[in-house]
């Protein structure tokens, strides 16, 4: 069975601080994807990015950078200079290769305050 | 490239009702995958659409079906509705099955079962 685990249910701080968002996932499989996604308060998931199992490579996109750790199954999102926009909830999940299910985490809710 | 659709966008029904949501696909989009999300239970696969057959379904009573087009719209329907139907059901589109494929996700459906 996989899963998905994000342990911080919230988050709030305050505009420009950095803040990190957790993953930790569980999967059998050797090949897998791992997402992350923001919903806004309109309820649309928007995809921010995507990393397979053996690509291990971090990435920097801008203000996001995600660090990916397969010896510690873990894919964190670092917001850098968070702003007010970035408020919202996120998500991280997994898909094998059941290519249309996705094993989502419990979301977390990220507030940035002025 | 228009995203994807989803009618209607927010929906009142009375437990014992029915209810179809449909969903269209970004154009050549060929799978369309069905969540549902709640405050309790977070965002759940539902089922997947490929070329008109379902693909894999996630764990929910029969009373959720649904279907695809040979257009790639689906719909879904959910018959003898009950309070803890009440969720966002979201509706993501990818060009093909395969893992590697990103998802792209609809504004969702808001169903409120009174």
Known sequence: AQKVTQAQTEISVVEKEDVTLDCVYETRDTTYYLFWYKQPPSGELVFLIRRNSFDEQNEISGRYSWNFQKSTSSFNFTITASQVVDSAVYFCALRNTNAGKSTFGDGTTLTVKP | ?114
């Open chain 2, 1 to 114: 490239k228009a995203g994807v659709t989803q009618t209607p966008r927010y929906l009142i029904k009375t437990r014992g009702q029915q209810v179809t949501l449909s969903c269209s696909p970004i154009s050549g989009h060929r799978s369309v995958s069905w969540y549902q999300q709640t405050p309790g239970q977070g965002l759940q696969f539902l089922f997947e659409y490929f070329s008109e057959t379902q693909r894999n379904k996630g764990n929910f009573p029969g009373r959720f079906s649904g279907r695809q087009f040979s257009n790639s719209r689906s719909e879904m329907n959910v018959s003898t509705l009950e309070l803890g139907d009440s969720a966002l059901y979201l509706c993501a589109s990818s060009l093909d099955v395969g893992v590697r494929n990103e998802q792209f996700f609809g504004p969702g459906t808001r169903l409120t079962v009174l």
